[in-house]
Structures are given as C-alpha cells and as structure tokens.
Nanobody, 124 residues
Framework: QVQLVESGGGTVQAGGSLRLSCAAS????????LGWFRQAPGKDHEFVAA????????YYADSVKGRFTISRDNAKNTVYLQMNNLKPEDTAVYYC?????????????????WGQGTQVTVSS
C-alpha cells in the first residue's frame, strides 16, 4: 500500500497560480502511475493529469492542457502539479492517486491508493 499526502491548496483569484504537492510513502516501488483528480461539489471525480513514474510520460485533461504541469522528484518521492492561469471552474478538491500498473490512467477505478485531498478555490 502507498500512502499519499497532498498539500499546497488554497484560495486564489482567477489568473493566479498554485502548486500542489503529493508526497508518497510506503511501497512506492510498486507505483507506476501517479495521477491528480479533482472533485467539485455534486460532481464525480474528474481526471486532471498523470505521470508515469518510470518513463516520465505525462498526460493531461484537455481542460487543463497548457495551463497545468505535472512533474516528479524521485529523490523526494513527490509529485507536483503546477497550476497557472487558474479559472473559477478549476475550483474543486484535488486528490493525488497511485496506480500499481499501467492502464487507462484517466479512469479513477485504476488507482488503488488515494490521498485525503486539498481544496483549491478560484475566485472571479
């Protein structure tokens, strides 16, 4: 099992930036994909971005492409989500998740470990 702890959420005005961090611990050697999802009130989990831990491939939802950047620091077992040009529709709880195999990275059901989430609020 992998333990995940997110940090870095907060409240910003539209056009602002935030950087989220996700620190992984435990059986990290069994982790292939680390992803970010978000959930707005009354909505399902929405895929945001993912990174392959070993080959450094990155994947993005169309809604964030060009504004968000996912990256990782292997030495710190940490994944980051740099969010620029934030919009009010980006407001949600953001979750980090880990998958122990490569698969349909956009599907939340592929991820077996989840963090507690961090709130991001973008005001207009």
């Amino acid at each position: 099992q992998v333990q995940l702890v997110e940090s870095g959420g907060g409240t910003v005005q539209a056009g602002g930036s935030l950087r989220l961090s996700c620190a992984a611990s435990g059986r990290t050697s069994r982790t292939y994909i680390l992803g970010w999802f978000r959930q707005a009130p009354g909505k399902d989990h929405e895929f945001v971005a993912a990174i392959d831990w070993y080959i450094y491939a990155t994947y993005y939802a169309d809604s964030v492409k060009g504004r968000f950047t996912i990256s990782r620091d292997n030495a710190k077992n940490t994944v980051y989500l740099q969010m620029n040009n934030l919009k009010p529709e980006d407001t949600a709880v953001y979750y980090c998740a880990a998958a122990d195999k490569r698969g349909p990275y956009r599907s939340s059901s592929e991820y077996g470990s989840w963090g507690q989430g961090t709130q991001v609020t973008v005001s207009s």
